[in-house]
């Protein structure tokens, strides 16, 4: 167990329509990053939070928001919902520039 | 801008079979080189960290080493519980992943 909760662990909806994946990091750890993984591909960086503020921004599309808030939990929310954006999201956390530790992720699927 | 590539994209081998694995790197200001374990659907675990050229680290039946531009991950005997997805990830100004090898262990 890495300490890093992710809800839900499994999500069908439907094209067009709008989810929010919620995570909670380690106790301690200020940083949280999403990543997405399709199938059968590599983790793609979407986006990058410390204490609240964004940090760095990777292949996220515009259809995709996220956010961390005062408690440190972040949500990644993904609208106008495509066949292609079913994948496995992950979400990682880390105190400093160290280990990244991983939540068992998010599958959706977009039908 | 930082890559990392991972050989071989795929490895089989049969149960106590000892093998590497590789990492190539182009990172500028690599602050850190990790390795990580990934099962199928499920999120990736934390091996090692490794700092600089030289460093080595062991667990079980993995060792994995760091030069100036690339990095091992050595299997000493390996059992079908091994098999898996090994990512490499670099930080230099970001966390950059390889693509993975898939390795499987036959009994």
């Known amino acids: 167990d890495s300490g890093v909760t992710q809800t839900p662990k499994h999500l069908i909806t439907a094209t067009g329509q709008r989810v929010t994946l919620r995570c909670s990091p380690r106790?301690?750890?200020?940083?949280v990053y999403w990543y997405q993984q399709s199938l059968d591909q590599g983790l793609q960086f979407l986006i990058q939070y410390y204490n609240g503020e964004e940090r760095a921004k990777g292949n996220i599309l515009e259809r995709f928001s996220a956010q961390q808030f005062p408690d440190l939990h972040s949500e990644l929310n993904l609208s106008s919902l495509e066949l292609g954006d079913s994948a496995l999201y992950f979400c990682?956390?880390?105190?400093?520039?160290?280990?990244?530790?991983f939540g068992e992720g998010s599958r959706l699927t977009v039908l | 801008e930082d890559q990392v590539t991972q050989s071989p994209e795929a490895l089989r081998l049969q149960e106590g079979e000892s093998s590497s694995l590789n990492c190539s790197y182009t990172v500028s200001g690599l602050r850190g080189l990790f390795w990580y374990r990934q099962d199928p659907g499920k999120g990736p675990e934390f091996l090692f960290t490794?700092?600089?050229a030289g460093e080595e680290k062991e667990k079980e039946r993995l060792k994995a080493t760091l030069t100036k531009k690339e990095s091992f991950l050595h299997i000493t005997a390996p059992k079908p519980e091994d098999s898996a997805t090994y990512l490499c990830?670099?930080?230099?100004?970001?966390?950059?992943f390889g693509p993975g090898t898939r390795l499987s262990v036959l009994p």
């Open positions: 490794l700092y600089s």
């Open positions: 990682a956390s880390s105190v400093v520039t160290g280990e990244l530790f």
């Open positions: 990830a670099t930080y230099g100004q970001n966390f950059v």
């Open positions: 106790s301690g750890d200020l940083s």
